[in-house]
């Protein structure tokens, strides 16, 4: 079982930035797969980045250009650095994790969820 726990989300205005952060109770380098997923009011939790243990990035469109995920095995975490924030971005986000060898975008392969931390952008 592996326990996630997310921080830094808040108020913003457009334009602003935020960094979010997730925390595993596990060796990160241990995980094959991790990103971030958000899900604003009323509408399906989407797919915003993923990070495999051998590199691979994906973005989904929304997020590329503006949104920079890293990790730190040595802290066990995760990060998210979202510049450039959009009222549309506004939406609860979730650090996500799956141990074995697939990685996506789908929340359908997702085998770990953190409780999620709150991002509000105003115009």
């Known amino acids: 079982q592996v326990q996630l726990v997310e921080s830094g989300g808040g108020s913003v205005q457009a334009g602003g930035s935020l960094r979010l952060s997730c925390v595993a109770s596990?060796?990160?380098?241990?995980?094959?797969?991790m990103g971030w997923f958000r899900q604003a009011p009323g509408k399906e939790r989407e797919g915003v980045v993923y990070?495999?243990?051998?590199?691979?990035?994906r973005y989904a469109e929304s997020a590329k250009g503006r949104f920079t995920i890293s990790q730190d095995n040595a802290k066990n975490s995760l990060y998210l650095q979202m510049n450039g924030l959009k009222p549309e971005d506004t939406a609860k986000y979730y650090c996500?994790?799956?141990?074995?060898?697939?990685?996506?975008?789908?929340?359908?392969?997702?085998?770990?969820w953190g409780q999620g931390t709150q991002v509000t952008v105003s115009s």
């Open positions: 996500a994790a799956k141990m074995s060898r697939s990685c996506s975008l789908n929340s359908d392969i997702i085998e770990y």
């Open positions: 596990t060796d990160t380098s241990s995980i094959y797969c």
């Open positions: 990070m495999t243990s051998g590199g691979t990035i």
